[in-house]
């Protein structure tokens, strides 16, 4: 989408990689039990404040290469991000033992209507190692997240409430090794697609 488009608030995203990540925010302290999953309303509002965090020169989903895969990620889930627009090949270190989480396509808005039209037209893939993965069709559930002032979008700092959607992927922690996911998103004139070669490692 163009960057006016974001500045609107219709962002398609999907993400990863390593430099010194900076500590996750007080809302993306760990919550998950072994097997759980994010609520609809949770997997959104903390997915948001895990990608408004950072600004647009160490941003997940500016990222051309994935050398930030780990900014501010949480401890019980490990989010990926799409891009603004456009491909990108991603390489991402994950540590084992968590379960990925990752939009082929999102938005927020304050208007319901504006998330309900969105969602008419939206389409999206994830694909795991050649099998694909079934996506979460989350329609407009109202959320909190907070944003970072040096955020990579120009969006007002601080707590937020807006409605929110998109086609999710939850992915169960993935055995240790080289894995190959691939991430792609569609709507109206928007298309995004980034693939990742992850590496799980052995722990934390």
């Known amino acids: 989408m163009s960057r006016l488009l974001i500045a609107a608030l219709a962002v398609l995203l999907t993400g990863c990689a390593i430099p010194q990540p900076r500590t996750a925010t007080k809302t993306s302290e760990p919550t998950l039990a072994a097997g759980e ?11 948001w404040t895990w990608a408004l965090a950072s600004p647009e020169e160490r941003n997940p989903v500016a990222d051309e290469t994935g050398k930030f895969c780990a900014e501010d990620q949480p401890k019980d ?17 994950v540590p084992a033992g968590r379960p990925l989480a990752a939009p082929a396509v999102n938005r927020y808005s304050a208007n319901t209507a504006h ?15 050649g ?13 909190t997240f907070q944003v970072a002032r040096d955020n990579a979008i120009g969006e007002r700092g601080g707590k937020q409430a807006a409605q929110a959607c998109g086609l999710w992927a939850w992915i169960p922690p993935l055995t240790p090794g080289e894995h190959d996911l691939l991430i792609e998103g569609e709507a109206g004139s928007f298309s995004t697609s980034a693939h990742y070669k992850l590496t799980i490692t052995g722990g934390d």
């Open 115 to 129: 998330c309900r039209d969105f969602m008419t037209g939206v389409k999206g893939t994830v694909t795991l190692d």
């Open 37 to 47: 999953r994010l609520s609809d309303q949770d997997l959104q509002a903390r997915w």
């Open 77 to 93: 889930v490990w989010f990926l991000a799409g891009t603004f627009g456009g491909a990108v090949d991603r390489t991402c270190r």
């Open 131 to 143: 099998q694909p993965v079934e996506l979460r069709r989350i329609d407009p559930v109202e959320i």
